[in-house]
């Protein structure tokens, strides 16, 4: 029986980790791996070696090797989101996230005015600062409806009602932000808290419907993943590059703790794997 096509895009999607990003140098260290932590080298050897091999060569610059993560995570939603236009219907577009790009949508327009004014304000600046900038790594954004698709399955709407909701292009011509998706390789201290910060500023600054907001991950160690997963309120989910390969990597290993904390997080539907992701999208 051949394979599922998530399954087919799952494997196209580690092949091109591997070739861009998931190296291991001449150590034996692989490149998701925090080399000063005997956990984290022992779990990221362990995926690794499950996924496939991986390219020997020299780590990537850090700011590199995050554009080519987000870029990998953006094609692959880019290849399988479209095919499940039966599930989730209307005119969707991924994107790379960009500040104007989130200002740009019917939930955070508001933003854009605030950041004109406070360039001709510089009081406004101090008082302000730009904490409620956000600058998601990938977006997907969905483009309002014309009357006739909406009427297509018969007369739904006119020009007496339904005058304010977004949906309606009559109504207003900006997309609206269905998914904010912030891709990190490894969850560094730094790394964490900037995604969450990111999180609670979707949360806090939208004027209407909360996008998905969910972080992509290739870090092997749970305390790290905990880090970003644990708690309610900003993240809607964690989604690991290679869940049950790392889960495999864990059982194998002797870090009984670490076992334990993933499958805290994994029952308690804190983190899930790559391929769950374009199906919860829909949702």
Do not use: W
């Amino acid at each position: 029986m051949p394979d599922s096509f998530l399954l087919e895009a799952r494997k196209s999607f580690h092949a091109a980790l591997l070739q861009n990003i998931l190296r291991t140098d001449s150590n034996g260290v692989p490149s998701n791996a925090d080399k000063h932590s005997e956990v984290s080298v022992t779990l990221a050897v362990g995926m690794l070696s499950r996924l496939g091999q991986s390219a020997t060569g020299a780590r990537l610059a850090g700011q590199m090797s995050g554009s080519k993560f987000e870029t990998v995570c953006r094609e692959y939603l880019e290849t399988i989101f479209p095919k499940l236009a039966h599930l989730r219907p209307g005119r969707f577009a991924i994107q790379r996230g960009t500040a104007s790009t989130i200002a740009d949508c019917d939930q955070y327009d508001h933003l854009g005015e605030l950041e004109r004014a406070i360039e001709n304000n510089p009081e406004l600046a101090v008082s302000l600062g730009h904490d409620y900038l956000i600058k998601p790594d990938v977006v997907i954004v969905r483009s309002p409806e014309p009357d006739e698709t909406i009427n297509s399955a018969g007369n739904l709407v006119s020009g007496h009602e339904a005058r304010r909701t977004s949906l309606r292009q009559v109504n207003q011509t900006k997309c609206i932000l269905h998914a904010s998706i912030s891709c990190k390789s490894t969850l560094r201290s730094d790394r964490a808290q900037n995604a969450r910060s990111e999180a609670l500023n979707l949360v806090r600054n939208r004027k209407g419907k909360l996008p998905h907001i969910v972080v992509v991950t290739g870090e092997p160690a749970p305390n790290r993943i905990a880090s970003i997963a644990l708690g309610t309120g900003d993240i809607d989910c964690v989604y690991h590059i290679a869940l049950p390969e790392l889960t495999d990597a864990i059982h194998e290993s002797p870090y009984r703790d670490a076992e334990e904390l993933l499958s805290m997080m994994v029952q308690g539907k804190r983190v899930r794997d790559i391929a769950d992701l374009p199906l919860d999208l829909t949702i």
